[in-house]
């Protein structure tokens, strides 16, 4: 019997591809495509995750440093329990004292008052 001929395929650059290379590259070359495309995909939607993340740390880094300004001003204007009742009760004695004072000048002038209607 004689030996079969060799087939030779030919490829652009001049050189020879043997049958088995183009079968592998026939079985292949498609399942190859689909996971290049996948991978890019795969890519695109890092790209865009990152940047999503990205606003969101930017948008909670804002919210974080207003936070900390409000817990700072109402560190400084709000009052504990304890001072609140210290203050109303300095301001209650005030008052009384107040008015005791206001009770005596009252009698001061009725007196005033009556001294100048018996003359």
């Known amino acids: 019997m004689p030996p079969s001929p060799q087939l030779n395929h030919t490829q652009g650059s001049g050189g020879t591809v ?3 290379e183009l079968v592998v590259q026939s079985l ?5 495509e689909v996971l290049n495309l996948n991978l890019t995909s795969l ?3 890092q790209v865009i995750l990152s940047s999503i993340l990205r606003q969101l740390e ?3 880094e804002r919210t974080r440093e207003n936070l900390k300004e ?3 001003s109402q560190d400084n204007t709000t009052l504990s329990l304890d001072e609140y ?3 109303v009760t300095a301001i209650k004695s005030q008052m009384s004292a107040i008015s005791s004072k206001m009770e005596i000048i009252e009698q001061r002038v009725d007196k005033i ?3 100048m209607g018996s003359e």
């Open 85 to 87: 009742v210290k203050r």
């Open 113 to 115: 008052l009556q001294n």
């Open 18 to 20: 043997h049958p088995i």
């Open 58 to 60: 930017g948008k909670l």
């Open 43 to 45: 890519y695109e939607s």
């Open 28 to 32: 292949i070359e498609s399942p190859l």
């Open 70 to 72: 409000n817990e700072d």
